[in-house]
């Protein structure tokens, strides 16, 4: 059985902070693994999708990376900003139907 | 707009009722899911079918059915409503290859 943790559960940073939010997996037999963003009462925003074949993606201030023989992805947030203030989720796509395994989330609080 | 159409957005049941909450992608996607969300648990696959006609039990299947109508249609149907499927319920669909996953809004179900 999948299970996912994110490392950890909050963070709070000041305005401007590069900061690494973690993500571990139990079994490197995965598809993908795809970083989700969602506000306080909101659905999720996918972030960046990394397939099983790639060790990183970029997308302007966010760079994932992947190690899938550790089991290990992490979210890099560079020159961080009060907008930035959400829970990050980590999921991997795997099983028969690829389907996804969320883990718990990451509370991030960017202070002015 | 391309996506994942869930209805309803907001529902209250009383305890014994029974409902069924609809999802509808328009993307062609071949695979479905049904996820659920509490508080600090993530979330959590419910039920999945990995291809028209076929469904699978996902974590907590308990308490609820599923009919995968047709391509673009994935229900999740409460026979017996209980305070304990009081959460936030996601649709999501994919394909294969793999271009991520596209979630719904959700619905906000609340059982008293």
């Known amino acids: 059985k999948q299970e996912v943790t994110q490392i950890p559960a909050a963070l709070s940073v000041p305005e401007g902070e590069n900061l690494v939010l973690n993500c571990s997996f139990t079994?490197?037999?995965?598809?993908?693994l795809q970083w989700f963003r969602q506000d306080p009462g909101k659905g999720l925003t996918s972030l960046l999708l990394i397939q099983s074949s790639q060790r990183e993606q970029t997308s302007g201030r966010l760079n994932a990376s992947l190690d899938k023989s550790s089991g290990r992805s992490t979210l890099y947030i560079a020159a961080s900003q009060p907008g930035d203030s959400a829970t990050y989720l980590c999921?991997?796509?795997?099983?028969?139907?690829?389907?996804?395994?969320f883990g718990s989330g990451t509370q991030l609080t960017v202070l002015p | 707009n391309a996506g994942v159409t869930q209805t309803p957005k907001f529902q209250v049941l009383k305890t014994g009722q029974s409902m069924t909450l609809q999802c509808a992608q328009d993307?062609?996607?071949?695979?479905m899911y049904w996820y659920r969300q509490d508080p600090g648990m993530g979330l959590r696959l419910i039920y999945y079918?990995?291809?028209?006609?076929?469904?699978d039990k996902g974590e907590v299947p308990n308490g609820y059915n599923v009919s995968r109508l047709n391509k673009r249609e994935f229900s999740l149907r409460l026979e017996s409503a209980a305070p304990s499927q009081t959460s936030v319920y996601f649709c999501a669909s994919t394909t294969v290859p793999n271009y991520g996953y596209t979630f719904g809004s959700g619905t906000r179900l609340t059982v008293v």
């Open positions: 079918s990995a291809s028209e006609g076929t469904t």
């Open positions: 993307m062609n996607h071949n695979s």
């Open positions: 999921a991997v796509g795997s099983g028969s139907a690829r389907q996804l395994t």
């Open positions: 079994d490197s037999a995965i598809y993908n």
